[in-house]
């Protein structure tokens, strides 16, 4: 069954990406990266220390959603790698990001949601109760928590579970297909047998986080959110979703931008950097 979940998300992103007027710059996303993380992996309970209280378990989102408390499950994980056309787009810019790179933040990520929902109605066909937490009705983004503007639900977290990647300075996740992507995820009662993490610990893909080099990633940020101490949130937010949209959405013709300057021209951009040690 394993298999056939991973074949349903990589033949949906395949067969999604050919019409012209929605992907001008050509598809958006390489071949899919599925994980699978247990319905109670205790990083769930973990993420409510970590993140906040007001971020769900995969079993509270299944009772409160759906009223269900199944014996076990699996939290199914995916990573859309950006293509190397879109990431090549954005490698020169310096202030904003390019037109593929916004068309992709928008675009993609409705084809990311397109996913979601093909992925529990695929579920659903099959007798297994299913949801996806970004499309929940308890799913909220909150503006001012202890850690800055946050949702009930990170599906980088999640993926971190299933292990899909470990963090990066810049707070993203980099992946086996580096750290420019966009991820989803969906609840099921089916059962299946969880992926492996890495024994590295949290951000053993950054190289900084590893071995203490790098940090391509601070210089490419046009308003100094990221430093050796970590990234800044808020600066980073502000810039997103205000700046940038004001300044490009017009003329590209988009509601959501993104930025991704510092995912791009960095060591880990479409793969694990290899730094010293590997
Ligand atoms: S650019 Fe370097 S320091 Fe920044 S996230 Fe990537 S590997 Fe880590
Ligand atoms: S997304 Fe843009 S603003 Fe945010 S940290 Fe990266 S480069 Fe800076």
């Known amino acids: 069954m394993k298999e056939e979940v991973i074949a349903a998300i990589k033949e949906f992103i395949a067969s999604s990406q050919g019409d012209m007027a929605r992907y001008p710059t050509g ?61 090549k787009s954005n490698r020169t810019q310096g202030e904003f990001p390019s037109r593929g790179w916004s068309l992709t933040r928008t675009h993609g990520e409705a084809l990311n949601g ?83 993490r890495g024994e590295g610990g949290y951000a053993d893909n950054c190289l900084y986080y590893r071995e203490g080099s790098c940090g391509a990633c601070i210089g490419r940020c046009p308003v100094g959110a990221i430093s050796f101490a970590g990234h800044d949130k808020s600066r980073c937010c502000a810039y997103v979703y205000g700046n940038v949209p004001a300044a490009v959405g017009e003329k590209y013709g988009v509601p959501y931008t993104g930025c991704g300057l510092c995912q791009t021209r960095v060591p880990c951009e479409g793969a694990i950097p290899r730094g010293k040690r590997r």
């Open 27 to 87: 598809p958006y996303f390489d071949t899919p990266i599925v994980g699978f993380a247990p319905l109670d992996d205790q990083l769930f309970g973990e993420y409510k220390r970590i993140i906040g209280d007001f971020h769900l378990t995969p079993r509270e989102l299944l009772a409160g959603e759906l009223g269900l408390s199944p014996a076990g499950g699996t939290v199914i994980c995916w990573v859309l790698p950006i293509t190397e056309g879109v990431r």
């Open 114 to 196: 397109e996913l979601r929902r093909h992925l529990v109605a695929w579920l659903k066909g099959r007798g297994q109760a299913a949801l996806a937490p970004q499309l929940s009705p308890l799913w909220r983004e909150l503006e001012e928590t202890p850690v800055g503007r946050a949702s009930t639900w990170s599906e980088r977290h999640a993926a971190y579970a299933a292990g899909l990647g470990t963090f990066s300075l810049s707070d993203a996740l980099i992946t086996a297909g580096g750290i420019a992507h966009r991820c989803g995820s969906v609840i099921t009662d089916l059962v299946l047998e969880p992926s492996q």
